[in-house]
């Protein structure tokens, strides 16, 4: 019997991952993330450098008859996405140890990509992914920092994208303090997506 769970409608509270001291994309940008990749129950998503398995764990919801590749080679983070897992309950996630470039290599056919660390290899990713992306397969990448938004941009024009969006997404939340509720900013995350265009079917 499938022990797939039903996706929530507005996405998994950052509570319910099981964390450590490994960066996790927050709820938040997850939503942003999960509705740029448009994936379908069929998808087959890679998740590259998948940290503690947040945008794994609910891509994996919306895709019940695809899959999740989670591609990471920290230790300490590839622990907890097997943690993620367990607790999720979820049968249509595989975790593959270790550099993207080595790892994508052993992964037959994918329609999404996900790119949350390059690790300085992001336009070696983007290339393959515009080598072996599908037509209309879709990429989306997250950057913390201007230069990394900017490498995409470029990377991703010069491999012809299409569809190139750039959204700049800044987050306050609210902390009680005493009786009043202070609003706090989290570091301001920019999610560039793409779709692979006509031009390079094969």
Do not use: C
């Amino acid at each position: 019997m499938s022990r797939q769970r039903q996706v929530p409608m507005w996405g998994v509270p950052d509570e319910a991952f099981i964390r450590g001291r490994v960066p996790m994309t927050k709820a938040e940008i997850r939503g942003i993330i999960m509705r740029k990749l448009r994936l379908r129950e069929e998808s087959i998503l890679v998740d590259v450098g998948a940290g503690t398995g947040s945008v794994t764990i609910e891509a994996a919801m919306h895709v019940s008859q695809g899959s999740v590749y989670a591609i990471e080679y920290k230790e300490e983070a590839v622990e907890l996405i097997k943690k993620n897992i367990e607790k999720f309950q979820l049968e249509n996630i595989q975790i593959m140890t270790g550099r993207a470039k080595e790892q994508l290599m052993e992964i037959q056919t994918f329609d999404r990509m996900f790119i949350g660390g390059s690790e300085g290899e992001l336009q070696w990713m983007i290339r393959y992914a515009a080598e072996n992306l599908p037509s209309k397969g879709r990429i989306v990448m997250t950057a913390v920092t201007l230069e990394t938004a900017y490498e995409g941009l470029q990377f991703l024009k010069q491999n012809e994208f299409t569809e190139i969006e750039t959204i700049s997404v800044s987050i306050a939340k609210g902390r009680v303090v005493g009786n009043r509720t202070l609003m706090e900013a989290e570091n301001p995350i920019t999610v560039i997506s793409a779709e692979r265009g006509e031009q390079h079917e094969r």
